[in-house]
């Protein structure tokens, strides 16, 4: 037997952990973090897949649409640059969104919800798109940002250039489409979407070097109105303004938020929220059943023998 010396005397130190700072979403990590904490765990941390889509695909099919029609105005699908969409161009794109993530699995829970976001799809296109394509300057506008512990991303759905303002970094909107109502100005979740906004103007500040002028966030389903509006109804936007003050305060909550997601990943324990998220939220949730804030809301259903 051959005694193997060419390695004799070589130490092979131990590995070492990583140190990979985690990326965190905004939207799908921070913000759903904070919406419910138990919820998160399951589904944006282990993985697992919601049975029920119904927030997923209002919402993207909303957005996906939405980039179609900046992209039209812009002569990217097809069309003259310069021309509007038209309602059967909305049909159109709506059916190809719809397609695309039926195939993905992602389905409205009833026929209902699909009327309803193509419905208030045509209504945005003829209330905002004279005034608001010709103004827009990027859209699904992805940033980035290195924080101490963790790697901050998130994606402004439309950059636009203020109305009648040089074309100047200083001197963008971010718009955010949220397909919702106008929530309780008391809410936590209107707080989220205002931190939101400044976390994303504090990321556009690290690319730009300057603040933009301003956030637009718009509530999509105040659209939803009978008779269909001819023009923005007041509650449908609201502008966030920012200050250096207001921005360090979201960015410290939200790098609290991030910590928080840490800690619970190295403990493996995602705790309950102080209290319920919105009806919305436990609806949709695989995990209700025998959630202690929300199952008395929600009886187990058996199998009919």
């Given at each position: 037997?051959?005694?193997?010396?060419?390695?004799?005397?070589?130490?092979?130190p131990?590995p070492q952990?990583s140190?990979?700072?985690?990326?965190?979403s905004?939207?799908?990590d921070?913000?759903?973090?904070?919406?419910?904490?138990?919820q998160?765990g399951?589904f944006?941390?282990?993985?697992f897949?919601?049975?029920?889509?119904t927030?997923?695909?209002?919402g993207?099919v909303i957005?996906?649409?939405?980039?179609?029609?900046?992209?039209?105005?812009?002569?990217?699908?097809g069309?003259p640059?310069?021309?509007?969409?038209?309602?059967?161009?909305?049909?159109l794109?709506?059916?190809?969104v719809?397609?695309?993530?039926?195939s993905?699995?992602?389905?409205p829970?009833?026929?209902k919800?699909a009327?309803k976001?193509l419905?208030?799809?045509?209504?945005?296109n003829?209330v905002?798109?004279p005034t608001?394509?010709?103004l827009?300057r990027?859209t699904?506008?992805?940033?980035?940002?290195?924080?101490?512990?963790?790697?901050?991303?998130?994606v402004?759905?439309?950059?636009a250039?203020?109305?009648?303002?040089?074309?100047d970094?200083?001197?963008?909107?971010?718009?955010?489409?949220k397909?919702?109502?106008?929530?309780d100005?008391s809410?936590?979740?209107f707080q989220?979407?205002v931190?939101?906004?400044c976390?994303?103007?504090?990321?556009?500040?690290?690319?730009?070097?300057?603040y933009?002028?301003?956030?637009?966030l718009?509530?999509l389903?105040?659209?939803?109105?009978d008779?269909?509006?001819?023009s923005?109804?007041?509650?449908?936007v609201y502008e966030?303004q920012?200050?250096?003050?207001v921005?360090?305060?979201?960015l410290?909550?939200?790098?609290?938020t991030?910590q928080?997601?840490?800690?619970?990943?190295?403990?493996n324990?995602?705790?309950?929220?102080?209290?319920?998220?919105?009806?919305?939220?436990?609806?949709?949730?695989?995990?209700?059943?025998n959630c202690p804030?929300?199952?008395?809301n929600?009886?187990?259903?058996?199998?009919i023998?």
């Amino acid at each position: 037997m051959t005694t193997w010396t060419n390695f004799k005397g070589i130490a092979v130190p131990k590995p070492q952990l990583s140190t990979a700072r985690p990326r965190f979403s905004l939207t799908s990590d921070i913000l759903s973090f904070r919406r419910c904490g138990r919820q998160y765990g399951y589904f944006g941390n282990d993985g697992f897949v919601p049975a029920q889509a119904t927030q997923i695909f209002y919402g993207t099919v909303i957005h996906q649409v939405l980039d179609r029609c900046h992209r039209h105005f812009w002569g990217l699908m097809g069309s003259p640059k310069g021309t509007l969409p038209t309602d059967p161009d909305i049909d159109l794109y709506f059916g190809e969104v719809q397609n695309a993530l039926r195939s993905h699995g992602v389905r409205p829970a009833s026929p209902k919800v699909a009327e309803k976001a193509l419905r208030v799809l045509k209504v945005f296109n003829r209330v905002e798109g004279p005034t608001l394509y010709p103004l827009i300057r990027d859209t699904e506008f992805r940033l980035e940002s290195e924080r101490s512990k963790y790697i901050l991303r998130g994606v402004v759905d439309v950059l636009a250039r203020n109305p009648g303002a040089p074309d100047d970094p200083s001197q963008m909107e971010i718009w955010d489409y949220k397909g919702t109502r106008f929530p309780d100005l008391s809410s936590s979740s209107f707080q989220d979407y205002v931190w939101q906004m400044c976390v994303y103007a504090e990321l556009y500040r690290v690319r730009a070097g300057t603040y933009p002028a301003k956030a637009i966030l718009y509530f999509l389903n105040e659209l939803d109105l009978d008779p269909a509006p001819a023009s923005r109804p007041l509650r449908a936007v609201y502008e966030v303004q920012f200050t250096e003050s207001v921005v360090k305060q979201a960015l410290a909550q939200f790098d609290n938020t991030a910590q928080s997601i840490i800690a619970c990943q190295t403990q493996n324990t995602w705790p309950l929220p102080s209290a319920a998220p919105g009806q919305e939220t436990c609806d949709i949730c695989d995990i209700r059943w025998n959630c202690p804030l929300t199952k008395s809301n929600y009886p187990m259903r058996l199998p009919i023998p």
